[in-house]
């Protein structure tokens, strides 16, 4: 993610957004700020660290912002806004996976400190994706015979037990086993292991 991304702001309460800005650039971050779901959506997704958005907002609110989000882009660390009665709601973004909510009227410092712990997290995630993506790659270049060698590998069977169960030769396993490290890039079985649960990773291709 560029340093330079921006923090985006969804809310249609004008003083609200400004507020925000305010607050985000004295402490450097690069902001962008939208008046509503829709506006936010229509613009680059992709491009933004951190979503900021009203729980309660005309036209699309703030879960229904939070869902297609999360369909386009589940790196994205989202942030609500909840006013008085709207608690219930930021409840529910929460269990969708919103990194937290925060009550109006804000404090200064609780704001910052959730917003670095929400860009934190999106980077987190952001290098799970990559480990995920590249481990299923590997993966998928081995041969059909290899990916049964590498499972049997993984569940912890020796050489001997992995011939019994398919049916080959010990040394026939060890050229498998020699072969998936080379095609993983695998330097012991212990790399083996984690690139095979980096690949069952649930991700958002």
Do not use: W
């Amino acid at each position: 993610m560029n340093s330079n991304a921006p923090i985006c702001i969804v809310d249609d309460d004008d003083d609200v957004r400004n507020s925000l800005r305010v607050l985000l650039e004295a402490a450097d971050f690069p902001v962008k700020d939208y008046p509503s779901a829709d506006a936010f959506l229509s613009d680059d997704v992709f491009s933004a660290s951190c979503l900021i958005a009203d729980v309660c907002m005309p036209g699309m609110d703030g879960l229904a912002l939070q869902h297609e989000v999360s369909r386009r882009r589940r790196d994205l660390p989202v942030v609500f806004l909840s006013g008085l009665g709207e608690v219930g709601a930021a409840v529910q973004a929460m269990k969708a996976g919103a990194v937290d909510f925060l009550e109006k009227p804000l404090d200064g410092d609780a704001f910052l400190a959730c917003i670095r712990r929400a860009l934190a997290r999106g980077a987190h995630d952001r290098t799970v994706i990559a480990q995920t993506k590249t481990a299923r790659r590997l993966i998928a270049s081995l041969t059909p015979r290899e990916a049964d060698v590498m499972e049997k590998l993984v569940d912890g069977l020796s050489n001997k037990a992995v011939a019994q169960d398919l049916g080959i030769s010990p040394r026939t396993v060890e050229v498998y086993r020699a072969q998936i490290m080379n095609k993983l890039k695998a330097g012991n079985l212990s790399d083996i292991v984690r690139i095979a649960i980096a690949a069952k990773a649930e991700i958002a291709l």
